[in-house]
C-alpha cells in the first residue's frame, strides 16, 4: 500500500520479510521510555519443562521534539498528553527458564510477524530456552484486526490529525491477490488489517483495474460493478462499508487487483518502532516503572539481541535505517544485523513493482534506488555496529560472538 497526501507528501511504511539478528548494546534514551508495565501472574504452558511465560502491556511515551523520534511519520501530528509526549501501549510476552542459574544473561527480543506470537524454537525443541535465552515479544504493528487470541501481539497507536485538528487525508494504492474467490476484500489488502477507510462511500472519483501479470496493461474495473461496501452476506451492492470492497462479479485467483481512492485518518505506524526500541531498553536496564512496578528481567539481562524473521526482518532492517539503534545517553549505539530477506512487503501486503525504492533500507553496502536514484545503506546511520554472525554459539555468562563493522 502506498499513501500520498493530498498536499503532495507521501507516506509509506516499508517492510521486507526474511531473517535478521541484530544485536544490542548500550543504554536507553532519554527522551523515549516505558512510563508503565501490567503484567500477568506467571504461567507454566510447556508442561514439565522449567520454564515460565508472564504477559503484559507496556505503555510507552516519546518526545516528538527529539531527532531520535521525530524521523517517525507524522508523530508531530500526533496528541499528546498533559506532558507533551505521545503515548502508545504494545503487548509483551516474557518467557524465561524458572532457575536464574539456567539463565545466560541474554534478552532475545523476537519481533512477531503480523502478530503471531510464534516462538522459535520455543514451544517445539525448547532450543532457545535451553540455551538459556530470556525470550521476548513485543508488538509493533498497529494496524492490525483483532483476534481471538490472548497471547497474539498488537500495539495501540494513535491517529494522526492537522494541526487545526481536521481529518487528513491522502491518496492510497492498495493492491491484492485471493488465494480462493470472494466477493469482499478487506480495503487494507490483507485479511490480518483493516485498512485506511475511504473518505467517501461513493466511487466515482476512484479507480480499480485488474491484471493477469505484474507488467500487463491495467484493465478498468466499471465503477458500477463495485462498491464500497461488505457482500458476504447482503449480494452485491452490499451492506455499505468504508473499510471494504465488492466486486459484483467476484473477485477471483488469477488476476492482480489495484485500487486507488482518497483514505483518511493514518495511524503513526512508526511508533513500532520506538516500542521495540523502548521495551529492550527497559527490560535491560530499569529496575521498575513509574509505578513502582518492577521489571521482571532487572538483574537478569547483560547482553541484548533482537530477532526476526519472515516480516520481522524487514522490520529489524528499517529500524537500522532509520536510526533507532541510537540512544540519547551515549553518542554511539552498538548494533547490527545479519538479515537474508525473501521477499518484499508492505505491513501486511506485497506490492513488488512499487517498492523497488526499498532497497536502501534492505542493503548492507551502499545502493542506488532505480525509480528515484536515492542512495542509501541499511545501516547508513550507525557509525559503528557489531554484525551477529549466526550458527555462532552463545556460552551462558558471555556476550554473544560479533565482527565489528565500521564505517568513518
Not at 506490492?351 to 523497488?356: G, R, T
Not at 553496502?365 to 542512495?375: A, E, L, W, Y
Request: net charge positive; proline share 9%; charged share 15%.
Amino acid at each position: 500500500m502506498t499513501w500520498r497526501r493530498s498536499a503532495g507528501g507521501r507516506r509509506w511504511f516499508l517492510l521486507a520479510v526474511g531473517l535478521a539478528v541484530v544485536h544490542l548494546g548500550c543504554a536507553p534514551p532519554a527522551d523515549a521510555r516505558i512510563r508503565n508495565i501490567t503484567l500477568n501472574p506467571p504461567t507454566f504452558p510447556f508442561g514439565n519443562a522449567p520454564y515460565e511465560v508472564i504477559e503484559g502491556i507496556a505503555i510507552g511515551e516519546i518526545d516528538p521534539q527529539d531527532p531520535l523520534n521525530s524521523i517517525i511519520q507524522d508523530v508531530s501530528q500526533a496528541p499528546l498528553d498533559s506532558k507533551n509526549r505521545v503515548l502508545y501501549s504494545t503487548k509483551i510476552t516474557i518467557v524465561m527458564p524458572i532457575d536464574p542459574s539456567a539463565r545466560n544473561h541474554t534478552m532475545l527480543l523476537n519481533i512477531p510477524t503480523r502478530g503471531n506470537p510464534q516462538i522459535y524454537d520455543v514451544g517445539n525443541d525448547l532450543f532457545s530456552l535451553q540455551q538459556g535465552f530470556s525470550v521476548v515479544f513485543v508488538g509493533w504493528q498497529a494496524d492490525l484486526l483483532p483476534v481471538d487470541n490472548p497471547t497474539f501481539k498488537t500495539m495501540s497507536a494513535p491517529v494522526a490529525h492537522e494541526r487545526n485538528g481536521k481529518t487528513i487525508t491522502g491518496v492510497v494504492r492498495s493492491e491484492f491477490t485471493l488465494s480462493v474467490p470472494a466477493t469482499t476484500q478487506n480495503i487494507g489488502s490483507s485479511t490480518s488489517t483493516a485498512g485506511y477507510p475511504t473518505v467517501s462511500l461513493d466511487n466515482g472519483h476512484d479507480t480499480m483495474t485488474m491484471r493477469v501479470h505484474q507488467d500487463d496493461p491495467k484493465v478498468p474495473i466499471a465503477n458500477a460493478d463495485w462498491t464500497y461496501a461488505d457482500c458476504t452476506t447482503v449480494p452485491f451492492p452490499g451492506v455499505p462499508n468504508p473499510q471494504k470492497v465488492c466486486l459484483k462479479n467476484s473477485f477471483d485467483t488469477n488476476h492482480i487487483y489495484e485500487l486507488v481512492y482518497t483514505a483518511r485518518d493514518p495511524i503513526v505506524m512508526g511508533l513500532g518502532l520506538a516500542a521495540i526500541r523502548d521495551v529492550a531498553s527497559f527490560l535491560r536496564y530499569d529496575k521498575n516503572d513509574d509505578a513502582g512496578n518492577p521489571n521482571p528481567l532487572a538483574g537478569v539481562v547483560k547482553f541484548a539481541m533482537l530477532y526476526g524473521f519472515s516480516q520481522g526482518s524487514g522490520v529489524l532492517r528499517t529500524y537500522l535505517h532509520l536510526g533507532f539503534n541510537e540512544m540519547r545517553r551515549i553518542a554511539k549505539f552498538s548494533t547490527g544485523c545479519n538479515p537474508k530477506a525473501a521477499r518484499i512487503a508492505m505491513p501486511s501486503i506485497c506490492a513488488f513493482h512499487s517498492l523497488a525504492d526499498s532497497r536502501v533500507a534492505r542493503s548492507t553496502p551502499k545502493h542506488s534506488t532505480p525509480v528515484t536514484n536515492r542512495q542509501g545503506a541499511m545501516a547508513r546511520r550507525s557509525t559503528c555496529w557489531p554484525r551477529f554472525e549466526p550458527g555462532s554459539s552463545t556460552a551462558a555468562g558471555a556476550p554473544p560472538p560479533v565482527q565489528k563493522s565500521c564505517r568513518r
